[in-house]
Structures are given as C-alpha cells and as structure tokens.
C-alpha cells in the first residue's frame, strides 16, 4: 500500500529533508507500507526549492511543487493533494512539530476502517499567535460547522484516496481543508499524539495570515447571516418596547426629559452592531466576487517527479 505525505514548505531549507527521512525510515519498519512525498514550496524566500530539488534528485518517490507566489499553506496542500497517489495521504508540516515517529499511530488507525484521523496533541508547542488563532478556530467549527460529535481537528491527519478525490473537485479559492473533511465524510477519529518543538525559527503564521484563515470559514457556513437576522429582529422588538416604555413614562410624567446620553448610547450600539453585519456581508460578497472571477488556488511554476498524465485525468474529473 502507498502513502502520500503531502508537506507544505515555507523557509525549510534547513528541515525538510530531515522530515523526509526520518519518515522514511519510520514508514520502512511498517510491513507493507511504500511512500512518496509531494513537497509544495509555498513561494519561500530561501532555499527551500533548491533543497526539495536536491530530495528529489536522490529520492524517485519524492515529488517537488513550485508555487509562483505565496497562496498560504491550505492551498499549497490542495497543489500537493492533486499530485498524490497513494491509497492513504496524509498532511504533515515541515518543521518537524508534526513528528515523523507518531505515523504508525495514523496507519493503525486508518487501519480500524476509518475515513480520516487528525492527530489530537497532549500538549501543545505553538507561539502565543498561533495557540490563540487555533482556539478561535476551534471555537468556530465548534458552534458553526457541522462535524461528527466529539471530533477535533488539526494540522497532521492522514484519509483515504477517495477522501482526496472529494477534496480536489472543490475549486473556491479560499480553502479550509479541514471543514472540507467533514464535508465529505462523518467517519472520523482522533488519535492523541505528542507535539514535538520546532527544530528552528517561528512559526511563519502572522496576525495577517492568521486572520485571512480565520476569515476563511465564512465560504463553509451561513450562521452569521442567519445571526445578523436573529440579532436584527432582536434589536427591532428591544427598540419598540423601548418606546413604548419611554410614551408610557412620558404620558405619566409629561416632566419627564429623555436623556440624550441613553439616546447617544443606543445609537452607538446599533450603529456598531449595523457596521459589524455590514462588514460580514461584505466579506461574503467578497468572497463570492473572487470565486466569480475563477482566482485561482494556486498556479504552479515547476514540478519535478511529478507524472504529466496524473495531473491531467485529476483535471478532468
């Protein structure tokens, strides 16, 4: 059986071919488990292309991806899925948190019957950033998406060939893979892993990146329109029964003088809760004018291993 660890990379030079193999040498004491990778070089600023070049000069079953520009790292993996073969893919990152010693754990999980496992860690070893951004993700996909009842996600999973087929039809430009998962199946475990630490530099997820991935749920769920509506008629009944109270207290008391600080107050409220809808609805519009207008997911500038005929049946499926 083939697997596919399929490896997003961004300023690696220095680890990724120690991620390779050293997950070779793991996948090797697996009986009947044969490997390729697919390393997707996300536009990096160094070496890193040079260094995936050089693994796949050596390696036949290492398959390298040059992306023309910086498309983040959800879409550099939708570049590599298109490229992958194997029965089973998995994702992995580049800095070796996601540790090429806790893959026996996924294959033996898989092997139970399931679709898709996510690794779940005991600890976790991001930056402040990164560990505030994944809470809020989680949050989210929480209370807004749908997924099977006590299911986690995270950025090292493995899934079936099928699962990828699912995945590669999605042509929107803003990609969540993770909710593109439970899309497509509810057959889905966890398996509790240890999170290693990065063996160098910080985590290239900026307060930029991180937003416009935060941001990117909005393509998979339509609870805030339907919040906006909620908090709209919410708003409408509060301000009816306001006046009503204020013409009640006002036919009682004619001495009564209405505040124009309440008054100053509530208009800031409603504006800013008016301004906040305004701008989700932008962001849906947005997002709609991008998809629209075909942005890609990615453009590709140079593959190396990677086999012509298989990228062009992929296409037209």
């Not at 680890?15 to 390729?36: A, F, H, P, R, Y």
């Not at 898989?110 to 679709?115: H, I, K, L, R, V």
């Not at 999170?195 to 909005?218: I, P, T």
């Amino acid at each position: 059986m083939l697997l596919s660890i399929v490896i997003p990379c961004y300023r690696s030079a220095h680890t990724i071919g120690k991620v390779v193999e050293q997950s070779m040498e793991v996948i090797q004491k697996i009986d009947g488990l044969d490997c390729e990778f697919v390393l997707v070089n996300d536009c990096s600023p160094d070496d890193t292309f040079e260094a995936i070049r050089k693994l796949a000069e050596k390696y036949p079953n290492v398959k390298g991806i040059n992306l023309a520009k910086n498309f983040g790292q959800h879409n550099a993996i939708m570049a590599g899925l298109h490229a992958a073969e194997g029965e089973y893919i998995m994702g992995m990152d580049d800095d070796m948190q996601t540790h090429p010693s806790q893959i026996p754990a996924f294959i033996e999980k898989m092997n139970e019957g399931y679709d898709v496992v996510f690794g779940i860690y005991r600890k976790r070893k991001f930056n402040f950033m990164k560990n505030l951004t994944s809470k809020i993700a989680e949050f989210i996909m929480w209370h807004m998406m749908e997924r099977p009842k006590g299911v986690e996600s995270s950025n090292y999973w493995c899934c079936r060939r099928y699962v990828r087929d699912e995945l590669v039809k999605y042509d929107g430009y803003n990609l969540y893979l993770q909710v593109l998962f439970y899309r497509t199946t509810g057959n889905i475990a966890n398996i509790e892993i240890e999170h290693f630490s990065r063996e160098e530099g910080v985590s290239n997820y900026n307060f930029r990146k991180s937003l416009k991935l935060f941001l990117a749920f909005l393509n998979y769920t339509v609870i805030p329109l339907r919040m906006a509506t909620i908090m709209g008629v919410l708003f409408s009944f509060c301000g009816l029964i306001g006046a009503i109270a204020v013409l009640v207290q006002k036919i009682m008391d004619p001495t009564v003088i209405i505040g124009w600080s309440s008054l100053m107050c509530a208009m800031l409220m409603l504006f800013g809760i008016t301004f906040l809808m305004l701008g989700i609805l932008g962001e849906y519009l947005g997002k709609i004018i991008l998809n629209i207008n075909h942005t890609p997911q990615y453009v590709i500038r140079e593959k190396i291993n990677v086999k012509e005929e298989a990228e062009d049946t992929k296409k037209a499926e």
